[in-house]
């Protein structure tokens, strides 16, 4: 059974940063591709930045060059470094864990407001 548990949101002016970590229990994290996907109100869930087993990265185009996601698989966590947020980013960020063969899981959501 994985769980996976997000912390590091708030409120924060535009043009601000934060950094959410998202921490998973069991076994297979470092074999998952560990993902960040956000949700504002009225839509649909969204695919923000995503991180392999071999530390490859890719990132939604609404957030190339803001954001950064890395991982610690010694200490099964994972991180979203934001940078120069923008009221339009203001949405819960999800985690995310899909790994081959196994379930996909996502964490209850931490929820980030950004003010103008």
């Known amino acids: 059974q994985v769980q996976l548990v997000e912390s590091g949101g708030g409120l924060v002016q535009a043009g601000g940063s934060l950094r959410l970590s998202c921490a998973a229990s069991g076994s297979i994290f470092s074999i998952a591709v560990m993902g960040w996907y956000r949700q504002a109100p009225g839509r649909q869930r969204e695919l923000v930045a995503r991180i392999t087993t071999g530390y490859s990265t890719n990132y939604a185009d609404f957030v190339k060059g803001r954001f950064t996601i890395s991982r610690d698989n010694t200490k099964n966590m994972v991180y979203l470094q934001m940078y120069s947020l923008k009221p339009e980013d203001t949405a819960v960020y999800y985690c995310?864990?899909?790994?081959?063969?196994?379930?996909?899981?996502w964490g209850q959501g931490t929820q980030v407001t950004v003010s103008s």
């Open positions: 995310n864990l899909q790994a081959l063969g196994r379930p996909e899981y």
